[in-house]
């Protein structure tokens, strides 16, 4: 079976400042999709990457799929509060429904 | 913007007894999902759903839990006997048939089993 690890496990990082995620896959990845859960609450889609080398943005958030698809990086620019949660990343691998998920990586933004 | 919606948000019982988490998919949706995440640990896949059937189930989804689409509009989970282990928080999530595994999740029932 897949499985996804993320790293850091947490980070705490003074707001303005830029930081990275990453999350690594034990198989090839097919579609790999990030979401951000807030403490209690659900998941909430940021981007999905389904090509090799492919990188998306939105708005202070950016994440690329490398080239031999088996590991993804999420980069946050100029980070705000409003960024503080729980990332995930998900995978989904050929011929299943489900999304497998990363063991989550915590961020705190101190002011 | 549409959601997914999950009632209850909380849900206390006593083990052995039976519960069913509600959800309101996202109306235009054709896959449909539960997920549980217990406390500190990871979101794990229970089960999806599609044209009135079950297409995938992880090993968690036992012989103790159902699902059921009644109505068209709602997606229930059903546990018929309730265990301690069972405690977590459930997610409901549902697709459109198309834009590969973008999921869109409910705020979750938190499920308490004493």
């Known amino acids: 079976s897949q499985e996804l690890e993320q790293s850091p496990q947490s980070l705490i990082v003074q707001e303005g400042k830029n930081l990275t995620i990453n999350c690594t896959s034990s198989k090839t990845l097919y579609g790999l999709y990030w979401y951000k859960q807030k403490y209690g609450e659900g998941l909430i889609f940021l981007m999905m990457l389904q090509k090799g080398g492919e990188e998306k943005s939105h708005e202070k958030i950016t994440a690329k799929l490398d080239e031999k698809k088996q590991q993804s990086s999420l980069h946050i620019t100029a980070s705000q509060p409003s960024h503080a949660g729980i990332y995930l990343c998900?995978?989904?691998?050929?011929?299943?429904?489900?999304?497998?998920f990363g063991t989550g990586t915590r961020l705190t933004i101190i002011p | 913007e549409p959601e997914v919606t999950q009632t209850p948000s909380h849900q206390v019982t006593q083990m052995g007894q039976e519960v069913i988490l509600r959800c309101v998919p996202i109306s235009n949706h054709l896959y449909f999902y539960w997920y549980r995440q217990i406390l500190g640990q990871k979101v794990e896949f229970l089960v999806s759903?599609?044209?009135?059937?079950?297409?995938?189930k992880s090993e968690i989804f036992d012989d103790q839990f159902s699902v059921e689409r009644p109505d068209g509009s709602n997606f229930t989970l059903k546990i018929r006997s309730t265990k301690l282990e069972d405690s977590a928080m459930y997610f409901c999530?549902?697709?459109?048939?198309?834009?590969?595994?973008?999921?869109?999740f409910g705020s979750g029932t938190q499920l308490s089993v004493l």
């Open positions: 759903f599609y044209n009135n059937e079950i297409s995938e």
């Open positions: 999530a549902s697709r459109a048939g198309t834009g590969g595994r973008k999921l869109f």
């Open positions: 998900g995978a989904d691998s050929r011929g299943n429904e489900k999304l497998t």
